[in-house]
C-alpha cells in the first residue's frame, strides 16, 4: 500500500492513535502525530511513499506532538519524540512540519553507521550520481531541485549515503528542502511542483518542502553508482564557470561535510577514498539554473 | 517476579536465548529497549560472541553494528584523551585511575564490550585535586558549571569537582575523589579505594575488582536518577560473572562493603542483578548481606519502586501513573541519601527561587 491509497480520514485517525509505518528510504518510521499541519504534510507531500497499517519491525518510532502542560495555551510548542526520549529543543508548533523533516534526517544521520553520511544534495540520470556537497545557503538544494525538475531522479536533498562495502549511493528520497528566496525561483521553475506549508520564522528562516517526483519514490531501492562530486557555488550575475578539483582539497572537504567520517574511523577513510578515485570532481559557479543544467548534463555525458 | 517486557533483552544479554530464537515483533521491542537503555553495542558483541549474529534478519542487524561502531568510537577517543592526561598525574607520582565505563572499557573487559559512557571518570586523592585541576586547565579543560553556587555546591559538599568540558574537544571529566558525596550518610573513605587500585596497563590503573563492584552498585543505588540503571546494573553482573565469585568471594566482598561503608546498595545490587540478569549469587551469599542491613521498609516496597526504574525505559511506563510515582519518589529518596535534610532544603531551595533570577541578571547585563 502506498500513502495515497489510505482515505484522507483514515489517515488522520492513524496518525492520531495508533500511528503509522511510513517508508522512507528503506528505513520504516512508525509516525504518530495529533497534529494537523502534520497530517497535512504526510498526506500531500509522501503519497508515493510505501505504507502499512500494522508494520512489524519498525527502524524509527516517532512522534511530533505538542509540548503539555501551560504551553498548550501560551504560544504553543511541538517536540519531537524518538523512541520516548526528546532528542532536541521543542520549536513553535506552526513549524511541525519542519521538526518532523529535521527529526527523521537526525534519525538517519545519528544511528545509521552502514553508511558514510555526506551533508550533500545527490540526483542520478542514467546510472550516473551526481553529489553536490555545500555549506547551507550556496544553493544546492534550489540546484538539486532544479535537477529533478528537469527529469534527474532525486536521492536526496540533504543526506547522501555512501554503503561502506559497495561504494554506491543509497537513495533517501523524501521531499526537498527549500528556504527563503528559493521558494519562489524553484515555483516558478518547476511548473506543477506542489510544496508544503510555508514555516515561517525557523532557525533557517522561511522554511517549505516540495513533494518528489513519483518516480524518484518508487526507484527508491535502486542504489546508483557516483559518477560527479560537484560544489555548486550561487553567485549573482555569474556566468557558468567549472573547473576540475583536485583529490586532496577535495578529500579534505568531504572529511567536513561529512556527519560521521569519525565514527566510522578506518572505514570512513576507504569509503571517501574509494569515493575520489571513481568521480570527476569539479567546483561550479552558477547564476542561471538552465545553464546550470545544460553544463552538468554535457560533463554527465561526455566525462573529460 | 513478574512479567516485564524486558524479560528477552535480559535473556539475550545474559545467554540464555539465543538470537535465532526471536521473532522479528520480538526483535522490534529489543531493538527499542536496548537502544533506550544504551546497550544496543554491549548486544551487538554478546551475540558476536556466540556466533549468533548470522541467524539475525538484515533489517534488524544494522541497528546492531551501527551502535558497535559508535561504541568504538567511544574507545578510540577515551583512549587518545588518555595518552594525553596520564603524562599529568606520573608528572606528580599518581596513577591515572579511571572509573566505571572507560575504565571497563580500556581495561577492555569482555562484559564491556561495545560499552559506550557520557565521561571520563577519574579518581584522585583529594589533597592533589588543586594540582591536578591546575595542571588540566593548561591542557584545555575548564568548569562547565560557571555559577559561583555550583563551585561551592560541589567543592564543599560532592565527591567529585565540577564537570570539566575539554575546550576543543567538548570530551568531559569528572575527577573525583571519593564515591559518594561528603554528605552522604554513607560515608566510604576514599583513601582505601586508591590504596587498593591495580594497574590495568602502563599508564592507567583502576580500583581492585571487590571495590569496582561496590562503586557500581554505589553509583547506582545511591543516586536520585536512574538514567543508565539498567547499564549499570549490566555492569554490576558482567563484574560479578567475570570475577566468577562463590560464596568465599562473596563473603570478601561483604566484608569489604562493611568495612567501607557501602552494605545498602551492595544488597540491591545483588538482589535486583539476580532477579533481572540471573545472576549467579548463591542464597548463602544473599543471607550474608542482608545479615548486615536490609530495608527497613522491606523488600516488598523496595521492588515496587526499583523494579520499575531499573528495566529499559519505555514509553508506556514513562507516561504511567506508576512510572511517574516511582521515579519521584526515588528521586527524593537519592537527595536524601546524599545529603542531611538542612543542607539538602537549602540546595533546593536555592535551585528553586534563587538560581533562576542569577540567570537572568547575567543574559541581561
Redesign the interface.
Known amino acids: 500500500m502506498l500513502v495515497s491509497d489510505f482515505s484522507r480520514d483514515d489517515l488522520i485517525r492513524y496518525l492520531k492513535t495508533t500511528g503509522i509505518g511510513i517508508e522512507i528510504g528503506g528505513f520504516w518510521f512508525q509516525i504518530t502525530s495529533p497534529i494537523d499541519d502534520v497530517s497535512d504534510h504526510i498526506i500531500k507531500l509522501y503519497p508515493d511513499a510505501p505504507c502499512q497499517l500494522r508494520r512489524?519491525?519498525?527502524?524509527f518510532?516517532i512522534e511530533v506532538r505538542p509540548v503539555s502542560g501551560l504551553r498548550r495555551w501560551f504560544k504553543p510548542l511541538a517536540e519531537f519524540v524518538f523512541?520516548?526520549?526528546v532528542p532536541f529543543t521543542p520549536l513553535p508548533i506552526d513549524q511541525s512540519p519542519a521538526l518532523l523533516e529535521w527529526g527523521i534526517n537526525w534519525c538517519i544521520s545519528a544511528?545509521?553507521?552502514?553508511h558514510l553520511i555526506l551533508h550533500s544534495a545527490v540526483v542520478e540520470k542514467q546510472g550516473n550520481a551526481v553529489i553536490l556537497p555545500a555549506p547551507s545557503g550556496s544553493g544546492k538544494s534550489t540546484l538539486c531541485t532544479a535537477l529533478v525538475a528537469r527529469g534527474w531522479r532525486l536521492l536526496s536533498d540533504e543526506l547522501t549515503l555512501i554503503d561502506v562495502s559497495s561504494g554506491l549511493v543509497r537513495p533517501l528520497t523524501k521531499p526537498i528542502s527549500l528556504k527563503n528566496e528559493s521558494i519562489s525561483v524553484i515555483e516558478s521553475f518547476w511548473i506543477g511542483s506542489v510544496r508544503g506549508k510555508l514555516c515561517t520564522d525557523t532557525v533557517k528562516g522561511c522554511v517549505t518542502h516540495f513533494k518528489p517526483p513519483k518516480d524518484s519514490v518508487l526507484a527508491s531501492h535502486e542504489m546508483a553508482k557516483p559518477a560527479m562530486v560537484i560544489f555548486p557555488r550561487f553567485v549573482v550575475d555569474s556566468e557558468v564557470l567549472i573547473e576540475p578539483v583536485d583529490k586532496g582539497s577535495a578529500f579534505i572537504d568531504l572529511v567536513d561535510n561529512a556527519f560521521n567520517y569519525?565514527?566510522?574511523?578506518q572505514?570512513g577513510f576507504h569509503t571517501l577514498h574509494r569515493l575520489l578515485n571513481t568521480v570527476d570532481i569539479y567546483d561550479f559557479q552558477y547564476s542561471s539554473l538552465d545553464a546550470a543544467i545544460i553544463e552538468i548534463e554535457r560533463r554527465a555525458n561526455d566525462p573529460s | 517476579m513478574t512479567p516485564h517486557n524486558s524479560v528477552v533483552l535480559c535473556r539475550l544479554l545474559t545467554g540464555q536465548v539465543a538470537g535465532y530464537e526471536l521473532s522479528?515483533?520480538e526483535?522490534?521491542t529489543t531493538i527499542?529497549l536496548a537502544?533506550?537503555a544504551n546497550v544496543l553495542g554491549i548486544l551487538y558483541h554478546r551475540l558476536e560472541e556466540k556466533n549468533g549474529l548470522l541467524a539475525i534478519?538484515d533489517?534488524?542487524k544494522?541497528?546492531l553494528?551501527?551502535?558497535a561502531?559508535?561504541a568504538?568510537?567511544y574507545k578510540?577517543d577515551a583512549r587518545q584523551e588518555v595518552e594525553r592526561l596520564w603524562p599529568v598525574f606520573h608528572s606528580r607520582n599518581q596513577p591515572l585511575i579511571l572509573l566505571k565505563g572507560s575504565a571497563y572499557v580500556l581495561a577492555d573487559r569482555p562484559f564491556a564490550k561495545g560499552r559506550t559512557f557520557s565521561d571520563i571518570d577519574i579518581l584522585v586523592p583529594k589533597v592533589d585535586l588543586t594540582y591536578i585541576e591546575s595542571q588540566l586547565r593548561w591542557l584545555g579543560w575548564g568548569s562547565a558549571h560557571h555559577s559561583e553556587y555550583d563551585q561551592r555546591y560541589y567543592r564543599k559538599w560532592m565527591h567529585e569537582l565540577p564537570p570539566l568540558v575539554h575546550a576543543k574537544r567538548g570530551t568531559v571529566l569528572d575527577l573525583h575523589h571519593t564515591i559518594l558525596p561528603l554528605t552522604a550518610s554513607l560515608k566510604p573513605d576514599g583513601a582505601k579505594l586508591l590504596s587498593d587500585a591495580q594497574a590495568f596497563s602502563d599508564q592507567v590503573s583502576t580500583l581492585s575488582p571487590i571495590d569496582q563492584v561496590l562503586h557500581t552498585a554505589t553509583h547506582l543505588f545511591m543516586d536520585s536518577e536512574f538514567d543508565h540503571a539498567f547499564r549499570d546494573l549490566l555492569d554490576f553482573d558482567g563484574l560479578v560473572r567475570e570475577m566468577d565469585a562463590g560464596d568465599a568471594e562473596w563473603e570478601l566482598i561483604v566484608q569489604r562493603a562493611h568495612v567501607l561503608d557501602l552494605v545498602p546498595p551492595l544488597y540491591y545490587a545483588m538482589r535486583y542483578s539476580r532477579l533481572i540478569f540471573n545472576t549467579p549469587i548463591s542464597e548463602a551469599s544473599m543471607s550474608r548481606v542482608s545479615g548486615f542491613w536490609q530495608p527497613k521498609l522491606g523488600d516488598r516496597i523496595m521492588d515496587w519502586l526499583f523494579m520499575s526504574v531499573l528495566l529499559p525505559?519505555?514509553?508506556e511506563f514513562?507516561s504511567s501513573a506508576k512510572g511517574y510515582l516511582s521515579n519521584k519518589m526515588l528521586f527524593i529518596r537519592g537527595h536524601a541519601l546524599r545529603m542531611p535534610l538542612h543542607l539538602l532544603v537549602r540546595h533546593l531551595a536555592f535551585k528553586a527561587f534563587i538560581a533562576p533570577f542569577i540567570k537572568d541578571k547575567k543574559k541581561s547585563a
Open positions: 512489524v519491525f519498525i527502524d518510532p523512541n520516548g526520549s544511528h545509521v553507521q552502514t569519525h565514527v566510522l574511523g572505514q | 522479528l515483533a526483535w522490534n527499542q537502544r533506550s534478519p533489517v534488524v544494522w541497528h553494528s551501527s551502535a561502531i559508535i568504538d568510537k578510540r525505559p519505555h514509553q514513562h
